[in-house]
């Protein structure tokens, strides 16, 4: 997987040194050399990652990451802090600023690269989803408005057979978060489709193979976005790189560090955040897609997709689908007489008892204005024409109370019912005939059901 990595050092050698060793994986290389110009050009280039020197004058490293991290347009742009400092201090201070790895100089090849295709996989990820945000936000599916992403603590599973190290863990991260201990894989993948924010694995753990457990949450549905923290022994570089490749998001070397553990897990429950926001608007733009606002009923598109698998599956020997298109009578005279407002608390009470005189595996659905449809799989015309007349007598027979609880309205409605007909039906053929059986019903005075049988 290639990506555009810019290069950001005061250095002139130490970028050629970068961009060659970059370039020569097939990596697209952008440069800087000073703090300014990356910001600017991570603003307008878009980068997948920021390489970036620590020791630069003017806006050092660190200044850099946290105006970067603080922009909404590239804070989630990861960002590797490279430097030739090994303190403990300036380490934590990175992560603190919001880097996402701290890499020491002379950088060693194979976990540059290993972390480059790491990070480059979880932009990847994000890029789509915040493409297909702003893909909902000019359609108007998805408020402009802001979302606060929850608070700092965060619910985190630790999976560590070594108790000690279990308990220092715990210990550490308790005073800002909620942390759960499992010693053992297989209740640690329960409490893993729990509600949980992080993962913290033990890669070395005696009991059980920690990177397999890892890639086992990356393979289950309901665990494969957890963001994953292992505890790895930095000298074990192959375990390291093999951690990275399956997916774990992020490396805890030991000895813990408790003020690195500290800031890694918080960089990880912010992202995991960030993307949950991202999916969970996601999620809202596609619902509302397929949902018509006023009612709370599926619409017309949503309707569709599923009346041609129906009519379909009936053609070639499935079970028959029946449909009815339902018509609320005189609705015009109902908007001129009491007014839109009124209108509308019509069609909401009526999709309500539409809604509640249907089965469960029926599709009750506004087709336009005050028209619906209800699709039903599994049904004979006949079976089909009993349901049209119960839910007429249900809207007829029990009169609309208008907005403010004061008068009522006698609403009634006509339906028309048609069924599937085998295997030269369609599905556009199908509406046509309970449309015709509808106006028909409203030609013989409104009010009642008409079953069209062909």
């Not at 603080?70 to 030739?84: C, F, S």
């Amino acid at each position: 997987m290639s990506a555009r990595i810019l290069v950001v050092d005061d250095i002139e050698a130490n970028v050629r040194l970068l961009e060659a060793k970059l370039s020569a994986e097939y990596y697209e290389v952008l440069t800087a050399s000073d703090g300014p110009t990356a910001l600017a050009m991570a603003a307008t280039e878009k980068p997948d990652i920021v390489l970036l020197d620590v020791m630069m004058p003017g806006m050092d490293g660190f200044q850099v990451c946290r105006r970067l991290k603080d922009d909404p347009e590239t804070r989630h742009i990861p960002v590797v802090l490279v430097t030739a400092l090994d303190g403990r201090s300036d380490r934590v201070a990175g992560l603190e600023a919001g880097a996402d790895e701290f890499l020491t100089k002379p950088i060693d090849d194979v976990l540059l690269f290993a972390r480059v295709r790491s990070l480059t996989r979880l932009k990847t990820v994000i890029d789509e989803l915040r493409a297909r945000e702003a893909s909902g936000r000019r359609m108007g599916v998805i408020a402009g408005a802001n979302s606060r992403l929850g608070g700092a603590g965060g619910r985190i599973l630790i999976v560590d057979d070594n108790a000690r190290q279990a308990d220092r863990i715990f210990s550490e991260l308790a005073v800002e978060h909620r942390p759960l201990v499992e010693s053992g894989p297989e209740k640690a993948m329960m409490s893993a489709r729990g509600p949980v924010d992080l993962v913290i694995v033990n890669a070395a753990a005696r009991g059980f193979d920690g990177l397999r457990f890892a890639a086992q949450l990356r393979t289950d549905e309901a665990t494969r976005n957890l963001p994953i923290l292992a505890v790895v022994d930095y000298d074990d570089r192959p375990r390291l790189v093999k951690a990275l490749e399956i997916g774990v998001n992020d490396i805890l070397a030991r000895p813990i560090d408790p003020q690195e553990l500290a800031a890694r897990a918080r960089t990880q429950i912010r992202r995991k955040r960030y993307t949950d926001y991202l999916r969970d608007n996601l999620d809202h733009s596609l619902e509302l897609a397929v949902t018509d606002q006023l009612t709370g009923l599926h619409n017309r598109r949503y309707m569709t997709g599923q009346l041609d698998a129906l009519v379909r599956r009936a053609a070639v020997g499935g079970e028959a689908v029946a449909l009815l298109v339902i018509d609320i009578d005189h609705f015009k005279k109902i908007n001129d007489s009491f007014g839109h407002g009124v209108g509308d608390e019509v069609l909401r009470e009526f999709a309500v008892r539409l809604a509640s005189n249907v089965r469960a595996i029926d599709l009750p659905v506004r087709f336009g204005g005050e028209e619906f449809v209800v699709v039903m799989p599994e049904t004979e015309l006949e079976h089909a024409h009993r349901i049209a007349e119960r839910i007429r007598l249900h809207v007829a027979g029990s009169p609309f109370r208008l907005m403010g609880g004061g008068e009522l309205l006698t609403v009634t409605i006509s339906i028309g019912v048609a069924a599937s007909l085998g295997a030269d039906d369609v599905p556009d053929a199908l509406v046509k005939r309970a449309d015709e059986a509808m106006y028909e019903a409203k030609s013989r005075g409104r009010n009642r059901v008409v079953a069209k049988a062909a």
